[in-house]
């Protein structure tokens, strides 16, 4: 008999343990409130305001997740990102902004994750607070080690996007900041142009706009060629005459290869200022290119200097 009772109470707590995980188990519309924190990239101003008002919703999840929200005392905060354009600025006030619930449905439904599906926003306005603060613009500097295949080139800088961020931080540590630098990039052997993302690397006690930055390195096969280009002068004073030893000049350089066909000796133009070759006690000056193609490199001048003999004219 008392075998039996007892297996009689065993099966009615296990039925009752099982009714609970199973009830548990179901979905249930509910309410829920959430402290709420948002950053957001609004310019010269902190990046996270944890706003006064709670974040209140209705949405649907299991009664496990029900449960377990109603007993925490502690409750996470749900993190969103709103852009710029999402956040309003109270009029009449300084520092003080706002979010319409309308415009942040699906941040808050992807923030709350997999657990707790958001059915509405209770909230209506959701004020927000993001003070001044201390910030200048600085460029990107690209850090890296790059190598080319044997007749290939980059003949422009590397495009950096963006190419320059604002930088937050108090007055003594912006002072000494004058740019930002990216982690190193290593590459090898390229024979064509390439594009990625690298991440900077974030000076002591500041904060910054971007995290990270898009690089594209242009890479493009070359040739060496060369021209024969006269020497002439400039600014000669009147009753003077300036005549160049030797007056042309070999140039040497290397050129993108599918614009060799398009350059002559005409497009570059080598000038000596007499102003700049008075001062020269050598009676030697490296002639000025003052014109030449957009994309060449490495140009070398054979000779590198000319010599000057000034005589007087009558």
């Known amino acids: 008999m008392k075998r039996s009772r007892l297996a009689l109470i065993l099966c009615i707590i296990t039925a009752f343990f099982l009714w609970v995980v199973y009830t548990l188990s179901n979905e249930y519309t509910a309410y829920f409130r959430f402290p709420l924190e948002v950053e957001t990239n609004l310019e010269g101003r902190t990046n996270i305001s944890r706003p006064d008002n709670t974040l209140f919703i209705r949405g649907t999840a299991r009664g496990f997740y029900i449960i377990r929200h109603t007993w925490r005392k502690r409750i996470p905060p749900v993190k969103l990102f709103a852009d710029r354009e999402l956040v309003h600025k109270i009029p009449n006030s300084e520092d003080d902004f706002y979010l319409l619930s309308d415009n942040i449905g699906n941040l808050v439904n992807d923030a709350l994750g997999t657990d707790l599906e958001l059915e509405t926003i209770l909230s209506d306005t959701i004020r927000l607070r993001y003070p001044r603060e ?67 690397e974030i000076p002591d006690n500041t904060r910054i706009s971007h995290t990270e930055v898009e690089y594209r390195i242009p890479v493009r096969r070359y040739v060496e060629m060369s021209f024969e280009v006269p020497v002439t002068t400039r600014n000669v004073p009147y009753r003077r005459e300036l005549f160049i030893l030797p007056d042309v000049v070999t140039i040497q350089f290397r050129c993108p290869f599918e614009q060799a066909t398009d350059i002559s000796p005409d497009d570059f133009r080598l000038v000596v200022d007499y102003p700049d070759f008075v001062q020269k006690e050598s009676g030697r000056i490296i002639p000025l290119l003052e014109a030449s193609p957009n994309l060449i490199s490495h140009v070398i001048l054979a000779p590198q200097f000319v010599d000057g003999i000034i005589q007087n004219r009558y």
């Open 134 to 200: 201390h910030y200048k613009k600085v460029p990107v500097r690209f850090v890296s080690d790059i190598s080319y295949k044997s007749q290939y080139m980059s003949f422009e800088p590397v495009r950096l996007t963006p190419d320059s961020v604002l930088v937050y931080a108090q007055e003594p540590y912006l002072e000494i900041i004058e740019e930002v630098k990216t982690r190193k990039t290593t590459l090898g052997n390229l024979s064509q142009s390439v594009e990625g993302i690298v991440r900077l």
